[in-house]
């Protein structure tokens, strides 16, 4: 039998299988690039969309119309408008963590950092100064909420269930979440580094997590009048927001003020009296 040495293929080196997988790795990410640069563009649209015309006009053919895409092309990228819907509650959730995670650590603290490693450091210390503590948790609570404050389409998205069609198929106005609970769930992932930051200044694990929701609470109840009410002095709202978060910060941490007072050892909340004992 004969064979043209034409016909033959070389056997690849292992370098040649090294190059190759890389070149097949670089093309994936770019591929995965601009898939998550056209995601970001749909979304802008999307609430644009909402912006302008509310949910009553969000549909996936004038998001496709508006972005120059058919409606079938869009399911490259979303699975529908609750796809949509979940990933926009998703990046409003994303910038409230960037906007705590941004909040570095008054100088008071001595060298401390964000982060976990500043954190597991605040927590093996006796106890961080009180007053660090609540510049801290001020300018993080701060933080999150002028994020909120300055996207009230993002705050809308936060209090609605993105289920936007009925099982048979027609249209169906958005239901708001199951309860309160719910929405402070999502919430408290993202918020952990201000749960994180009361429990550096001594608080236990029950009376940080109290504190925080209790606030949370507070400042989305806020928002929520506002919107409702068509506020529109947002610096009035903020230094109403800020005074609340002072006076609950100065109620909790009264107790540890006075713990540590003594002896300066690590501020710890004193018991309440028996008033009813002998």
């Keep these: 039998m004969k064979v043209k040495f034409d016909a033959l293929t070389p056997v690849p080196s292992p370098q040649d299988l090294a190059e190759a997988r890389e070149r097949i790795q670089e093309r994936l990410d770019r591929q995965a690039r601009a898939n998550g640069i056209r995601r970001e563009q749909l979304l802008d649209v999307a609430q644009d969309l909402i912006d302008a015309q509310g949910l009553d006009g969000f549909n996936m053919r004038v998001i496709a119309r508006r972005a120059g895409y058919t409606a079938g092309a869009l399911y490259a990228y979303f699975d529908g408008k609750e796809g949509i819907l979940l990933a926009l509650q998703r990046r409003v959730l994303d910038r409230l963590a960037d906007a705590v995670q941004g909040v570095k650590w008054p100088r008071a603290s001595r060298g401390a950092r964000s982060g976990p490693t500043g954190m597991q450091e605040a927590k093996a210390a006796p106890a961080l100064a009180l007053d660090v503590a609540q510049q801290l948790y001020l300018a993080q609570s701060l933080a999150w909420w002028r994020r909120l404050a300055q996207d009230p389409g993002g705050f809308q998205l936060l209090l609605l269930r993105p289920s936007l069609v009925t099982a048979a198929g027609s249209p169906a106005a958005p239901a708001p979440l199951s309860g309160p609970a719910a929405m402070l769930g999502d919430l408290e992932a993202v918020l952990q580094p201000c749960r994180d930051s ?19 609470a507070c400042g989305l109840g806020l928002l929520a009048l506002a919107t409702a009410s068509g506020h529109s002095q947002p610096d009035g709202l ?16 009264r107790p540890l003020s006075a713990a540590g007072a003594g002896d300066g050892a690590a501020a710890r909340p004193i018991d309440q009296a028996d008033l009813f004992g002998e």
Excluded: F, I, N, P
Excluded at 203 to 216: G, I, N, S
Excluded at 246 to 253: F, I
């Design 198 to 216: 009361l429990l550096a200044s001594g608080l236990d694990e029950t009376e940080a997590y109290l504190l925080h929701r209790e606030l949370v």
């Design 238 to 253: 903020e230094a109403q927001w800020r005074g609340t978060l002072e006076r609950w910060l100065a109620v909790s941490m």
